[in-house]
């Protein structure tokens, strides 16, 4: 009976790229923390829940800077643009590695 391996070098390179990818998005986070409690006068929760619904694309609306200037307009589509990518890349690298133990279950069955 076969046995399926799933290799040490899948594994180290899994663990390797998802801590890089999900660290990038915590610093990215803070940053996003950091910004908008220190500029537009915030309280944590609604920053938390401001920096999550645009990083995820959800962007209800519903939570938007009170005083538009220009450099926070600015700060909050660069935001938008490198928080999605980041968010991307999490999943990205999430699903590249499902897809390798896939392919390697499939080697081993068929």
Known sequence: MRRLVVSDKMLTSFKFNASVAVCTVVAYFGLGLAFYMGYSSWRLTETVYFLTATMTTVGYGDVLPSKPR?????????????????????????????????????????
């Not at 938008?80 to 999943?91: D, I, R, W, Y």
């Not at 499902?98 to 499939?106: G, I, K, R, S």
């Open 70 to 110: 220009a450099g926070e307009v600015y700060v909050t589509c660069l935001f938008v643009v490198f928080g999605v990518v980041c968010v991307g890349a999490v999943f990205s690298e999430i699903a590249f590695q499902v897809h390798l133990v896939e392919c390697t279950a499939a080697s081993f069955f068929f």
